[in-house]
């Protein structure tokens, strides 16, 4: 968002991979399980830090549709811990103004995992302080997957003339549709990829990656992924000169 010319630009969306758990506890000889619960401190971190500098949505990428396909103790111990966060986190996030939601596959879960999900979304929903979401069996290509089912039923119900599926409208169909696109991505943990996180939202998305394994995140690490940010040009397919003007509002940002 274009602030006045002395403030640093904001993202009005981070969306974070939290990646390096596994690593973080493969170093210190300790199981995986291990860095996925020191990564839930990581998670408290990122989030006071949206609080704190006033971004308003954040996306965290905390389990991936392929990520069911781990070790079966692995993916017991993160729905443990899943179910734990649940139980705990909610109160506080509520009382801090955050609403908080769900994005993926959710039927994979199990009931309990299920109802709490919903009772989080529930107990949160008039909050607007952060709008948190929460990836979680996700996958971008689920998510295409799902909204494509969806206007082809609508269409083969004869509610939808197939001409007049475009962008937009896939776009509403998809997940966070009512959020802006993420401005800022931050992957953790060295490896340079998206690994099947939001690929239609994060088309003009700036991307910046850190060595930093998850569960050591601290501060100053997202500050400097910030202060990067606010110093890039972001052109969304048009000249420099033209997303210089002020009045400009391209097609990528929506
Ligand atoms: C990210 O950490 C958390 C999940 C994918 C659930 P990893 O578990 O992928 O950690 P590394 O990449 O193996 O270190
Ligand atoms: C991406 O990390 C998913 C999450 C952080 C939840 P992965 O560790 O699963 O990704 P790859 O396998 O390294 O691409
Ligand atoms: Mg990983």
Known sequence: MAGPESTPRLPRHLAVIMDGNGR?????????????????????????????????ALTLFAFSSENWGRPQDEVGALMK??????????????????????????????????????????????????????AASYGGRWDITAAA?????????????PAAIDES???????????????????????????????????YTELWFTDVLWPELDTATLQAALDDYAGRERRFGLTGAQSRQPAHAPEGAR
Do not use: K, Y
């Not at 506890?25 to 971190?45: C, D, K, L």
């Not at 089912?149 to 003339?161: K, T, W």
């Open 24 to 56: 973080w506890a493969e170093r210190r000889r300790r199981p995986r399980a291990v860095g996925h619960r020191a990564g839930a401190r990581a998670v408290n971190i990122c989030i006071d830090f949206c609080l704190e500098r006033g971004i308003g």
């Open 81 to 134: 811990l899943f179910m734990g966060a649940l139980e705990r986190e909610v109160e506080e996030l509520a009382r801090r103004g955050v609403r908080v939601r769900f994005i993926g596959e959710r039927g994979r879960f199990s009931p309990a995992i299920v109802e709490r999900m919903a009772a989080a979304e529930a107990h949160t929903q008039a909050n607007s302080t952060l709008e948190l979401a929460i």
């Open 149 to 161: 089912r969806r206007l082809a039923s609508e269409a083969a119900a004869g509610r939808l003339d």
């Open 169 to 203: 409208l896939l776009a509403a169909h998809l997940s966070l549709a009512d959020l802006p696109p993420p401005d800022l991505f931050i992957r953790t943990g060295g490896d340079q990829r998206i690994s099947n996180f939001l690929l239609w939202q994060m088309a």
